[in-house]
Every structure is written in structure tokens, then in C-alpha cells.
């Protein structure tokens, strides 16, 4: 296993995406809230005093290029992971490599899909200094990264392209990328490509490039239809990090949310075939368990929870059968976003009145300055009273009666409603 090599080559047989990454900061387009002018990473290079980081992320605005940019600039050795196909054995191998060299970068794309004990073997390494850790994730990393790890990390947000960045891209490659110059490009039209990449560079660079190879030497000019039906012939199905993946994920929720077991496990089936990330798919059922399902049957989180932890345990190709049952499960619940709207109006309630006062008589006494304060003064104990209720006031004095939480018209709610109607008759409306 060797370092990477940091010199873009500019033969034909590499993708345009490849041939057109950037070497230098100010060659590279986007990000200019951390690449510009007295940013952030500008500064490091700068300096030469570089820290382990993670840049967080959608598909192709940077993250990579960006990795291998430091490196060049700062003339260090740089070795690549996929956590994809790589593991600790992989890790190990490189951190003895790194020993001997004094110290190297270590780039890891996708580290989000590093499981507990792959990202354990990176800590002694990056604490000593023997590595360098850049980390690249498309996934928020308090979730997804151990918080060992995280505290020795910088962790940079990496924002969507614009339209304009995209456009420049293009241009740029249009006009530097001998091949391309010698097809005689013309952009006469730029939806289609804006939209079928997604906001991904390299993907929109793969496009030109798929594009300009299917038509002949000559003037060419790129409109909507000429991408459109180039691409519904030649691109794939399922593209898992472009505007499928939205789209896609979009058919799922909806159709679990709209109580169609049948939808919803095509949906799924679309996903796993385009290998999705089966944590991605479980983790927005969990959501969707509480968002659309609630407490018209309880039982939905504890199973969407259970399977996230199973497809963490198991993985693809036998975890395919959790998400399916789960999958199925929540489509043929009983549904209510009765939850979901009622933290929505509690927020928009905080964001209006702001910082209000607790009620004395439910505030915290532990100590004997707060109990002469009367803290806690006549506050009612429920388990003291008949029914374990007694009606007091526990929202402040300026917005007290106001109704949050209304049950929705199911059969495990309408026990719900029917129990607070009885405890709260003379004061909200249930």
C-alpha cells in the first residue's frame, strides 16, 4: 500500500471529474466560507500547521479534493480509505507506514460507515500525532462518529454548490480539458444538467462527459432534451448519492405515511438493489415511527429503534429482511401526527414569548435559600390524591390554558383524549 499520489494526470482514459480536480485553493471553486481568502483553511495552509478534521457534507462539493489540496500544498504523504471495503486491518497497516515515514495524512471517505472498533483503532495514532485524520462524511458525525474520536476532530460543514458554482465548473473544464476542446462544446441550456447531478460536481462533470462522448466531433450544442434522452438511456436506475436518492427516499416515507405496506416495500427494494446504506434507510423509519405514527401505536418506535440497532448489527445482505418487516409494519399502523404538530406549536409558542418564568410551586428547592424563596411552595404531589391527579398549573402565568397536544381519532388516542378530558374538564377543551 503506497501514499496517494498528489500529480493529476491528464490522460483520457481518467474521468473529466478526475482530470479537472483542483491541485490548489485557488483553483478550486466553492466553499468559499473555509477555501477563501483568509478562511479557515487558507490560514492552515498557510501556516503549516494542520489538525485532524472530518468535513461534513452532500455528495461531490469538495470534500475529497479539498484532503488532497492540503496535502499537495503542504508536501505531505497521503494515504486513501474507502470505509466502504476497508477495516481495522487496513487502518493498522497504514498507521505502521505513517510510523516509520514520521507522520502522514490519513484520508477516509465515508467514515461514517466505520463501525465502533474501526474507528477505536484510529485514536491512539491520531492522539500521538502519528497521523493526521481527515474524514469525510455525508452523514451529521454527532451521530455517526464516536465521541472519542470527534473531540479530536474539527468538524467542517461543506455547503451545496450554487448554480453559478456549478456552471463555472463546466466552463472551466470546457475550456481547459484538451478532449473537450476538441468536441467543441456549446451549453445552449442548463436545467437538465443542474438537475440530474443534483448539485454534485463530479457527477455534473461525468455528465458532460457522457454526453460529449455520445455525439460526434464538431459543434455540439447541450440542450435539455439532448441530456434528458441521453441520460434515461445510458445512466443507471438508482443513483444513491444523487436526485434519485431524494426522490426515491421520498416514494418510501410517503408511502409508509400513506398506509401502503406494497409501495413502500418496492421503495425499499429500489434502495437495496442500488445499495443504499441500509442505516439511512432505517434511521428514517425510526423518524417517520414518531412524525407520522405517534402514539396511535407506541409499539411502531420500539420496533423501527430495534431494527436500526439489528441493520447496525447485521448489515446487508440479511438485514434486507428487518427492514422489510419494519417497513411493512409501519405502513399498516394507525396514524397521527398529533406529536409532531404539538412540538411545532410548543416551539413556535417558546420563539414568540420567550424565556418565561417557571411557575414557584414546581420549581426545584434544593437548598434552604430557595425553600425561603418559597421554591416549591404548594406544589401538589399527584400520588398523594385520588386517581394519582390533582389539576394544578404547570405552564407559566402568561400562556397558561393553551392547549398543545390534541389527540388524533384513533383507538389508542381516544383512550388518550378520553383520560385527560376527564383529569383537565375545567380547563382545556379535550
Sequence with gaps: MKPTSNLSL???????????????????IGQEHLVGPGKVLEQMIHSRRVHSMIFWGPPGVGKTTIAQIIAHSLDMPI???????????????????ARKAGHALLFIDEIHRFNKSQQDSLLGAVEKGIITLIGATTENPSFEVISALLSRCQVYVLKPLTEDHLQALVSQAVLQDEWLRNKNLKIAEWEALIQLSGGDARKLLNLVELIAASMPDGQLDITNTLVVDIVQNKMA????????????????????????????????????????????????????????????????????????????????????????????????????NAAYM??????????????????????????????????????????????NFVAQEFLPEKISDTKLYDPANNAAEARLRDYLRNCWKEKYDY
Design 237 to 336: 436506475l438508482y443513483d444513491k448519492s444523487g436526485e434519485q436518492h431524494y426522490d426515491i427516499i421520498s416514494a418510501f416515507i410517503k408511502s409508509m405515511r400513506g398506509s401502503d405496506p406494497n409501495a413502500a416495500v418496492y421503495w425499499l427494494a429500489r434502495m437495496i438493489e442500488g445499495g443504499e446504506d441500509p442505516k439511512f434507510i432505517a434511521r428514517r423509519m425510526v423518524i417517520l415511527a414518531s412524525e407520522d405514527i405517534g402514539n396511535a401505536n407506541p409499539n411502531a418506535l420500539l420496533l423501527a429503534t430495534n431494527c436500526f440497532q439489528a441493520v447496525e448489527i447485521i448489515g446487508y445482505p440479511e438485514c434486507r429482511i428487518i427492514l422489510s418487516q419494519t417497513a411493512t409494519y409501519l405502513a399498516s399502523s394507525p396514524k397521527s
Design 342 to 387: 404539538a412540538i411545532n406549536k410548543a416551539q413556535a409558542l417558546v420563539q414568540k414569548t420567550g424565556d418565561l418564568p417557571v411557575p414557584l410551586p414546581i420549581r426545584n428547592a434544593p437548598t434552604g435559600l430557595m425553600k425561603k424563596m418559597d421554591y416549591g411552595k404548594g406544589y401538589k404531589y399527584a400520588h398523594d390524591f385520588p386517581g
Design 79 to 97: 494515504f486513501t480509505l474507502s470505509a466502504i471495503d476497508s477495516g481495522v486491518k487496513e487502518v493498522r497497516a497504514i498507521i505502521e507506514m
Design 10 to 28: 491528464s490522460t483520457s482514459h481518467i474521468p473529466l471529474a478526475e482530470r479537472m480536480r483542483p491541485r490548489t485553493l485557488n483553483e478550486f
